[in-house]
């Protein structure tokens, strides 16, 4: 039978593992396809003058801000955890409460998405949904609600020794009694839970449906068309964010009810490996958007294929070709004077 101590190390090591060859795997894949969706979305002009898509666009971005601090600095902090602790790469303050504002916004781009689709395919107008503008201004408005909310997130998380290691770990003071209870029972299960999955949910099967009734109608075919893609990769991305945040929120509720209770660190270090099985998961939710859209959607493949090779592919052989020199053709004429004099 083993030792805790021997137990401690194998949980310690495979929760390196994980975190150095899944989070690599995503971070590579996340930003590639993220980096792929922006220039599709922004590049093409029919998405630019859509809503629906600039919010996809805004997503993407997103991602990869929470691509980038969270699963690289993971990576990295597994990587050289025998000299570096996981918080001293990048603080604790700064990840938690950048994290909490790229996942509000990303929840909110979902939203806005969902809720475009939902008005756009119940008009016979593209114009009498959600226009650019407003959308412009609303998501605006939840940056700077998203800023607000992470404030507490900056004041009330912090650095503390795991028990029974070495290591440490980000979570709330234990002073903070009223913040963690915002956080177990309101923020988590309810701010990026119920009420997200509710809006996207609801507004997704109303799209869906609109889109099956617009073949009833006159619509132009273009029109139906882009609504059809759109629709289907918002409804895709729906249900890979149902699969992948919602595990992870109700293991990050166990954890949080549990832990602070629990000083075995053989349990501490089961607890830290199933939460970040589920940490992993929901960073594969905030890498996947790419290849989602490009399974669920003929057009979106098509469309990634014109912008790589007739658009940039294109432009870049035609402006190697003007600035490469030519060389210059000489031709030699030879006159010969047979010196015979016409009359």
Do not use: W
């Not at 607890?271 to 979106?300: G, P, T």
């Amino acid at each position: 039978m083993s030792s805790p101590t021997t137990t401690v190390d194998i949980l310690d090591s495979v929760i390196r593992y994980l975190n150095i060859s899944v989070g690599l795997f995503l971070f590579v894949f996340g930003i590639t396809g993220n980096l792929l969706n922006i220039v599709i979305f922004s590049s093409l002009k029919t998405f630019r003058r859509n809503p629906c898509a600039f919010c996809l666009l805004i997503l993407s971005c997103c991602e990869i801000g929470t691509l980038i601090g969270n699963t690289l600095v993971d990576v990295f902090a597994s990587t050289l955890s025998d000299t570096f602790d996981v918080n001293a790469i990048l603080p604790c303050k700064i990840r938690t409460a950048f994290g909490q504002i790229f996942a509000t916004i990303s929840l909110s781009m979902m939203c806005f998405a969902a809720i475009d689709q939902s008005i756009s395919t119940s008009m016979p107008e593209r114009h009498h949904g959600i226009n650019l503008k407003i959308m412009r201004r609303l998501i605006a408005i939840i940056t700077v609600i998203s800023c607000v909310h992470a404030i507490p997130f900056f004041i009330f998380y912090d650095i503390q020794p795991l028990s029974g290691t070495n290591d440490t770990i980000c979570r709330i003071k234990d002073a903070s009694e009223v913040f963690s209870k915002y956080l177990i029972y309101i923020n988590i299960p309810l701010v990026n839970g119920v009420i997200p999955v509710t809006i996207m949910i609801l507004f997704g099967v109303l799209s869906y449906r609109n889109v099956h009734r617009m073949y009833k109608r006159r619509v132009h075919i273009v029109r139906l068309r882009l609504e059809k893609q759109l629709t289907a990769m918002v409804l895709a991305k729906i249900f890979s964010f149902a699969i992948t945040v919602i595990p992870f929120l109700i293991v990050y509720i166990i954890r949080y009810s549990i832990s602070l209770y629990i000083n075995d660190p053989i349990c501490q270090n089961q607890i830290l490996l199933a939460q970040r099985v589920f940490i992993l998961l929901i960073y594969a939710n905030y890498a996947d958007s790419f290849y989602i859209f490009l399974a669920c959607s003929a057009r979106f493949r098509r469309q990634l294929k014109f912008v790589i090779f007739d658009v940039y592919l294109k432009h870049y052989r035609a402006k190697s070709n003007i600035n490469r020199v030519q060389p210059i053709e000489r031709s030699f004429g030879l006159t010969i004077d047979s010196g015979i004099e016409h009359k």
